[in-house]
């Protein structure tokens, strides 16, 4: 239940940035007030198109045999993982620079006083953020993570969404404790060990489809050390991909993946560095 709460908090706290930066600046002014219901609107279409997704995979995964679900399930914990990574590079490259984007959004609807554009922007926003955070849940219970009844799961987003709106609330007051910097810091590097999790989950997949050889299974047997199954190896399992009888092949696809993000990252900070150093 905790990688669901996880996402769910993560990405709700990112759609109330957005919001919120957009509903500050409309309230700031007479004329953008007007604003107010187109900004609304786009966020309740921005909820519908995530939650006809969801309804579109539950759908597909139904009509799909054994075989076709497990495929169907690797293939959504495979690109779930595809998507934390980019939306960690995206936030990275677009996160300073996201104020004002949407600022100079809504500064154009105001100026051609068609407000149709903000409406768009901010269903575009709040589905891209709903959507990720489908294909998250979906790609979690997919990759085995997360067990348990649609209940206790709807709970735990629920739960997600409460500590997501005391999260913003608290980010909003400007403390030194938590601050919007320390915020993105904190979750990217959790969102990536997800994503690891998530690759390892999708692997497991197509090893038990044989599709993928395991090479050597498993590599080693550390349960009696730390379990996969209880208490904080539970925990690294479902959020850092842990396994107590891994697979090399696995072993060998969680290096390969930590190298490449860790020199990816090194990379932007690099690039980014010489930038600032640049520009006057």
């Keep these: 239940m905790e990688q669901v709460s996880f996402i769910v ?13 957009l509903y500050t600046w409309l309230r700031e002014s007479p004329e953008g007030r007007r604003g107010f219901r187109y900004l609304w609107g786009g966020v309740a279409a921005g909820l519908a198109l995530a939650i006809a997704l969801a309804f579109v995979l539950l759908g597909v995964s139904s009509w799909l045999s054994d075989d076709g679900q497990e495929w169907f399930q690797a293939g959504m914990a495979l690109v779930a993982c595809a998507l934390v990574v980019q939306m960690v590079l995206w936030m990275k490259t677009h996160g300073r620079a ?9 500064q154009q609807s105001l100026r051609t006083d068609s407000w149709w554009g903000l409406l768009v922007l901010v269903m575009i926003a709040v589905a891209r953020e709903g ?3 489908v294909v998250f849940l979906y790609g979690t219970v997919s990759a085995g993570a997360e067990s348990g009844s649609m209940l206790l799961l709807a709970l735990a ?36 060990l997800l994503a690891g999790a998530l690759l390892v989950g999708g692997l497991d997949h ?19 050390l730390l379990s996969d199954s209880s208490g904080i190896g539970k925990v690294l399992a479902d959020f850092a991909g ?8 696995t072993v060998v696809a969680l290096l ?16 980014a560095e010489r930038m600032r150093v640049v520009t006057p």
């Design 9 to 21: 908090w993560r990405e709700s706290v990112e759609a109330l940035l957005i919001v919120g930066i």
């Design 98 to 106: 996201l104020k004002g984007e949407l600022e100079s959004g809504a």
């Design 131 to 133: 959507s990720e955070t």
């Design 157 to 192: 987003g629920v739960g997600g969404f409460l500590a997501a709106l005391v999260t913003f609330w608290l980010l909003q007051l400007g403390g030194k404790l938590i601050t919007w910097q320390r915020f993105f810091m904190l979750t990217e590097f959790l969102l990536l």
């Design 206 to 224: 197509l090893i038990s489809l044989g599709v993928v050889p395991p090479l050597i299974d498993p590599v080693w047997d550390s349960s009696g």
């Design 242 to 249: 842990y396994r107590a009888y891994p697979a090399l092949i």
């Design 256 to 271: 390969v993946y930590w190298v490449t993000v860790l020199v990816v990252l090194r990379w932007m900070n690099t690039r």
